[in-house]
Structure formats: structure tokens, C-alpha cells
């Protein structure tokens, strides 16, 4: 069995920074309220619960790539993946 030393050892190494998730928030809120949305006509929209929509917006939910091509789409924007 091959074990890996602690120092290689990042439980949370596929996280984003927190403050990245905030952000992305943040933008997602701002995109929404330029174009005087909802985030029921959001989530509507985009095939995703309210709530969702919400946890994004504050911050605490990490959204998949999926969900973000969704959103996008609801603002008439592309998303774009780029692996770190």
C-alpha cells in the first residue's frame, strides 16, 4: 500500500479560496441586480432552486461548473472552465 507523507496531504486541495467563492458571488448578485432579477427568475431560469441561488450569492455554496453554465446563460454570458 503506498501512503502518501503529510506534507503532499491537502484534504481540501480541489476547494477554491474562500474569497474566490465569495467574489463569484458577489459578481453573480451584481449581474442580477443590473438587469432587475430576481433571484426566483434567476433560479426560474436557470433550472435551479431559490435557495441555491441564494447560497451562491452569500458566498457559502461552491457551485458546480454546471450550475455556473446555467447562470451564465440567464445573463447572456459564457462560462469558461480553466483547471488549475
Given at each position: 500500500?503506498?501512503?502518501?507523507?503529510?506534507?503532499?496531504?491537502?484534504?481540501?486541495?480541489?476547494?477554491?479560496p474562500?474569497?474566490?467563492?465569495r467574489?463569484?458571488?458577489?459578481?453573480?448578485k451584481?449581474?442580477?441586480?443590473?438587469?432587475e432579477?430576481?433571484?426566483?427568475?434567476v433560479?426560474d431560469?436557470?433550472?435551479?432552486?431559490?435557495r441555491?441561488?441564494?447560497?451562491?450569492?452569500?458566498g457559502?455554496?461552491n457551485?458546480?461548473?454546471?450550475a455556473?453554465?446555467?447562470?451564465?446563460?440567464?445573463?447572456?454570458?459564457?462560462?469558461?472552465h480553466?483547471?488549475t
Amino acid at each position: 500500500m503506498q501512503v502518501l507523507s503529510s506534507r503532499f496531504y491537502r484534504p481540501n486541495a480541489m476547494k477554491p479560496p474562500v474569497r474566490a467563492v465569495r467574489d463569484l458571488g458577489h459578481t453573480i448578485k451584481r449581474l442580477r441586480l443590473e438587469r432587475e432579477m430576481t433571484q426566483q427568475e434567476v433560479a426560474d431560469a436557470s433550472g435551479l432552486d431559490i435557495r441555491y441561488i441564494g447560497s451562491i450569492e452569500r458566498g457559502p455554496r461552491n457551485p458546480t461548473f454546471g450550475a455556473l453554465q446555467g447562470i451564465a446563460s440567464v445573463f447572456g454570458i459564457t462560462c469558461r472552465h480553466s483547471p488549475t
